[in-house]
């Protein structure tokens, strides 16, 4: 079932943009995400995409590597983030001292591979707020629509 899911999600990397920017810096998990505050307007979340998505570069043989052959005692996990939306997002994942900022594009999938352990994903998706901690220690697949 999760070599499935994974060879699943492998198609969808491959069909999708297959770009990605990691922005590391040391912070603590907490709403870090200048994209997701209250009181936003979408223009900005549009222009923070556009910017982000110009220069993304994902490294997708590592994501389907993690994906597919990671287990228990393995360091690394995969994130990978849906969007269902009519709208871009940028998803901001915080945790272990890194922010990663992702575009993630109308019906595209996008992921990264972090550290085990506890992050907080944030977005604004079209009008709603996505703001959640989550203990990450095996492959997380999240699905996002308003």
């Known amino acids: 079932m999760k070599r499935n899911l994974a060879q699943l999600f492998f198609w969808g990397f491959l069909s999708s943009?297959?770009?990605?920017?990691?922005?590391?810096?040391?912070?603590?998990?907490?709403?870090?995400?200048?994209?997701?505050?209250?009181?936003?307007?979408?223009?900005?979340?549009?222009?923070?995409?556009?910017?982000?998505?110009?220069?993304?570069?994902?490294?997708?043989?590592?994501l389907v590597e993690v994906m597919m052959n990671s287990g228990p005692n393995d360091e690394k996990v995969a994130i990978s983030i849906e969007n269902a939306s009519p709208c871009n997002m940028v998803v901001a994942v915080s945790g272990n001292g890194q922010l990663k900022k992702i575009p993630?594009?109308?019906?595209?999938?996008?992921?990264?591979?972090?550290?085990?352990?506890?992050y907080r994903l944030s977005t604004k998706v079209c009008s709603s707020l996505y703001d959640e901690v989550k203990l990450v220690n095996e492959t997380l697949i999240l699905k996002l629509d308003e």
């Open 17 to 62: 943009s297959c770009s990605s920017l990691e922005t590391s810096m040391n912070i603590p998990p907490k709403y870090p995400v200048n994209s997701v505050r209250k009181g936003m307007v979408l223009p900005e979340v549009e222009r923070e995409f556009q910017q982000l998505n110009s220069t993304y570069t994902q490294n997708t043989k590592e």
């Open 104 to 118: 993630v594009g109308v019906g595209q999938t996008r992921g990264l591979v972090v550290r085990k352990g506890q």
